[in-house]
């Protein structure tokens, strides 16, 4: 099983997104942090439709309490602000692919402190800052899914 990790997201709908796109792939998902919205939201709720109940929902009050949850996975740090690419990375069964706020992404200590294990989604237009995060969600896990044989 593969792990998402959204740290303190701020728009209800991607949030939702991504809620369905786990709940479609039996990924679990994680929210970390305060959220920028309330989870009983309108807006996430219609955007993860009727399927909340496949998700495997946890919600953690921060980072340390989301690596004790999981300890026997690796973390992996979604960000523009490196040159390692998603599609060079060898993902394994139970990563956790975490992904910070829309705005502002993760915070930029983390970044250096797990360097080596942060990667980032190519865009070879140089004038775009970044993807939308449901979209980034979604290009992230199923490459780890197709890697893994687990889009079945």
Same mark, same amino acid.
């Given at each position: 099983? &593969?792990?998402?990790?959204?740290?303190?997201?701020?728009?209800?709908?991607?949030? #939702?997104?991504?809620?369905?796109?786990?709940?479609?792939?039996?990924?679990?998902?994680?929210?970390? #942090?305060?959220? #920028?919205?309330?989870?009983?939201?309108?807006?996430? *709720?219609?955007?993860?439709?009727?399927?909340? $109940?496949?998700? $495997?929902?946890?919600?953690?009050? +921060?980072? +340390?309490?989301?690596?004790?949850?999981?300890? =026997?996975?690796?973390?992996?740090?979604?960000?523009? *602000?490196?040159?390692?690419?998603?599609?060079?990375?060898?993902?394994?069964?139970?990563?956790?692919?975490?992904?910070?706020?829309?705005?502002?992404?993760?915070?930029?200590? /983390? &970044? $250096?402190?797990?360097?080596?294990?942060? &990667?980032?989604?190519?865009?070879?237009?140089?004038?775009?800052?970044?993807?939308? /995060?449901?979209?980034?969600?979604?290009? =992230? /896990?199923?490459?780890?899914?197709?890697?893994?044989?687990?889009?079945?």
């Amino acid at each position: 099983m &593969l792990h998402i990790a959204l740290v303190e997201p701020e728009i209800p709908p991607n949030t #939702g997104n991504i809620a369905r796109l786990c709940a479609a792939t039996f990924t679990a998902l994680h929210i970390v #942090g305060a959220t #920028g919205f309330r989870m009983d939201d309108r807006t996430l *709720k219609r955007a993860g439709l009727d399927y909340w $109940k496949e998700v $495997k929902l946890h919600r953690h009050i +921060d980072l +340390d309490r989301l690596y004790a949850a999981l300890p =026997a996975s690796r973390f992996l740090y979604f960000t523009t *602000k490196t040159e390692q690419s998603y599609t060079e990375w060898e993902f394994a069964d139970g990563d956790c692919l975490i992904f910070g706020r829309e705005t502002r992404g993760l915070p930029e200590d /983390l &970044l $250096k402190a797990n360097s080596e294990r942060c &990667l980032t989604i190519p865009m070879p237009n140089q004038n775009v800052r970044s993807l939308n /995060l449901a979209n980034s969600v979604g290009i =992230a /896990l199923y490459e780890a899914l197709r890697q893994l044989n687990l889009n079945s």
